[in-house]
């Protein structure tokens, strides 16, 4: 079959490799037909990770199911399925408690928790911007799609990942209707996380970025773009709040932020969070800080540190939630606005493209290039 590969630092090419096929029977095989790139890609796409050579990348998964182990059972050949980027296996300790991102089995590493599909340090599952992929623990893993998804695949497959994580963010944040909420980064993180907290009644949603294309679809959903290149983001969500400041606040940056200059500052979000969001208020990083970055400048950075204002944060009383979204706890709600029309999340696709583009597609991601939003792969 035909799969994305990464190679090293910003090197992959779509190649010929090994089927993928059953290995328990609990697994199925999914035909891919849609397919995403994701900020979390350029992670690894970038060097800043130990990946290594020859994986297949692609964890925003939808397809139709061609094979089923004999130990399935809800799910069946010819479904039509968006699998959550977070392989789980439904049963474990942190999955019984709700955060299936975390779960204790499908990582095969002891002293690790959670894994997913194409991925570093997350088990060895091989991604989905392929022309097939396996399922493990199929029948927890499967999200079945109603009869209009052939015609919104774009929507659905953003139930893998961007919608629920941004979701999360804000349920992180402790959002509740009626409430004003900051948002650092306009990716596709960062905009779903916006048009969730609209969704759950947000009074007033701004959003920190310098991208115009990407601020631009900020205010098209009915949310406040901020330009932080026209001046300090605190100072504007301070103004557009009449001096309150935000309820809460979302984190959908990580620890690549930098200045509209270009410039690395991995604490500049949380640090202008802390600053923008009231006394008492939620925060929610969903944005990536990880553990080990060795493709990172300085040894702050690769050790995952970064010089936070705890003192700020603390004496201002404020709370704080971090992490991988477990996808399977919100996926079916999201599923469902979708198909009766009360979610579009698919208004962040700027490229559909076959797998063969793939290549190049990351490398305009990688740049953040205008225009280049969210790339959709149909293998
Ligand atoms: P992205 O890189 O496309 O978007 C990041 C945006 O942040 C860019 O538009 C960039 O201009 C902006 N930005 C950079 N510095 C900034 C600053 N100082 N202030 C405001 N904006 C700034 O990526 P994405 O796909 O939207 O993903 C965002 C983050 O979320 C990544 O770290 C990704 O790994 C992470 N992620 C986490 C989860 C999870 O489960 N927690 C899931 C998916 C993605
Ligand atoms: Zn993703």
């Not at 130990?71 to 299936?100: H, K, Q, T, Y």
């Not at 040894?299 to 009383?317: D, H, K, L, S, V």
Request: with cysteine.
């Amino acid at each position: 079959m035909k799969a994305l590969v990464y190679n090293g630092s910003r090197d992959v090419s779509v190649d010929e490799v090994p089927d993928a096929r059953l290995e328990r029977p609990t697994d199925v095989l999914v035909r891919i037909t849609t397919t995403n790139i994701c900020g979390s890609d350029l992670h690894m796409y970038e060097g800043r990770t130990e990946l290594e050579p020859g994986k297949i990348l692609g964890h925003e998964n939808l397809g139709v199911v061609t094979e089923a182990g004999s130990g399935v059972e809800r799910i069946a050949v010819g479904d039509r399925v968006c699998l959550p980027f977070n392989i789980a296996c439904g049963f474990c300790r942190n999955c019984e408690s709700g955060m299936p991102s975390y779960c204790l089995t499908a990582n095969p590493d002891p002293e690790m928790a959670g894994a997913a599909y194409g991925f570093v340090g997350m088990g060895p599952y091989s991604g989905g911007q392929a022309e097939y992929l396996r399922v493990p623990f199929a029948d927890y893993n499967c999200l079945r799609l109603p009869e209009d998804a052939e015609d919104k695949e774009d929507d659905y497959v953003m139930v893998a990942d961007v919608f629920p994580t941004g979701w999360h963010a804000t349920r992180l944040a402790g959002l509740r209707p009626g409430e004003s909420c900051v948002v650092y980064g306009a990716g596709p993180v960062g905009l779903m996380a916006a048009y969730s907290a609209l969704l759950q009644g947000a009074s007033q949603v701004m959003v920190v970025d310098r991208h115009p294309d990407r601020l631009r679809l900020v205010e098209e959903m009915g949310a406040i773009p901020v330009d932080d290149s026209k001046g300090d983001p605190v100072e504007q969500v301070h103004n557009l709040t009449e001096g309150r400041r935000a309820d809460c606040g979302c984190e959908c940056v990580g620890y690549h932020a930098h200045d509209h200059l270009g410039t690395e500052h991995p604490e500049m979000t949380m640090n202008k969070l802390v600053e923008s969001v009231k006394f008492t208020g939620g925060i929610g990083v969903v944005g990536a800080f990880l553990p080990s970055d060795p493709g990172a400048s300085d040894e702050m950075a690769q050790n995952g540190r970064i010089p936070f204002e705890m003192g700020t944060f603390w004496f201002q009383g404020q709370r704080i939630g971090t992490g991988q979204a477990p996808v399977k706890v919100y996926n079916r709600q999201l599923r469902d606005l979708i198909h009766h029309d009360r979610a579009k999340p698919s208004f962040i696709v700027s490229h559909d493209l076959p797998l063969e583009d793939a290549p190049d597609a990351y490398r305009h991601f990688d740049k953040r290039e205008d225009g280049w939003t969210k790339v959709v792969l149909k293998p």
